[in-house]
């Protein structure tokens, strides 16, 4: 059993993430994980064939920040929005109060010229902590089934 | 922080909106908006930019209902069914007891082949307010990233 | 209105639905269903001019096993992997406690070479009962607004 403020703490959470990202707030994106997260994004394929192989991954809050510093200078200016639908997780609780979610997402970008196309799909599986009401990110693994995309990494999934 | 009556008449709005489009419901569409409400369709490209152009702007329910109207006489036969696939909305309460929302939407369509394509991504900005336990729009601004797209408001997005 | 156990147990139904299908537990997937089901897939098109065509009906969870047993036998290899995006369901709770449910997915498939595509959009419309607190679908009736696709049926929508 999930309590209802749970539930609802991590809706807030999910739908903040997406809102973060499209609004190209990524600093405050940031601000979504513990500082002693895991942020992963991995294909499909290698979870599936027991590859070690990542896209991305940062060990910490500050891995993640610095992925965004690199992005802001990388990227002066910026050729696409994001566009992130989420569907309902799936919830487990852990024992030590923790919830395990996981979601499915369809990623969507649109260029400077209004068209917009299916980016990635694919789902998160968190491991989702709670300090004062509020949860937070203590690991997300994006798993890609969309890996056959050039330019894959330059906005977070 | 938002009482779970208020989350739940949100989530049941939000659905609704959906539901009622998509089956082409559009005269009871109307009626989830208040009676002073504003209704807005904006490309992103204007929002971001600070221009005043708007697709579409309704000052009140009858100039929602307005619309319908001369949908049904535009509008003959239906080309094309909608189906939209909405995010988990972002809630601010507001001092007023009112709440802003914020969704991520994917929106489909199907034409009488059969044949499905995405048709517009986007965000709804919305603000909700409770009459007699039901949510209503105050206000829903539409915001497009997907603006180069022909027939752009055959139906209400 | 519904008691927000039973809004809980529907979400986690919905997640688990996608869940089960997007991972290849098919054999689990079958146990979201009562021994007495109701699972049907239809296209919109028929269902607006009243024909009687479906594309796939299961008039028990038996019938739904079988299904699952012959595609194992069908597809040896996994040609194609799932991915659901499940909008918030619009629900109607009904006289004998259990609640009708209507939600629009967007599913998308990805195949080997890792390359991702608009499968099939459309809508659940479900009869779903409660038993010691989890949610079960007693009707699943899958509205495709999408037919014209081959290999419609491989895996379950």
Known sequence: ?????????????????????????????VNLFTEDCLYKVVPRENVAQGLPGVLLICLNRNMVHDRVTS?????????????????????????????????????????????????????????IVFQGGKALFKERVVIVDTYAIPNLLATPI
């Not at 999930?2 to 809102?19: F, H, N, P, T």
């Not at 609004?23 to 405050?28: A, Q, S, V, Y």
Request: aromatic fraction near 10%; charge should be negative.
């Open 71 to 127: 992005l802001r200078v990388a990227n002066e200016y910026n050729i696409h929005v994001d566009r992130h639908v989420i569907g309902a997780p799936r919830l487990t609780a852990q024992a030590d109060g923790s919830v395990r979610a996981e979601s499915n997402y369809a990623l969507f970008q649109t260029n400077q010229e209004g068209e917009s196309w299916l980016f990635s799909v694919g789902c998160y599986e968190d491991v």
């Open 1 to 29: 059993m999930i309590a209802s403020e749970k539930r609802d703490a991590i809706a807030d959470l999910m739908a903040e993430y997406a809102y973060r990202i499209d609004r190209d707030k990524l600093e405050d994106w």
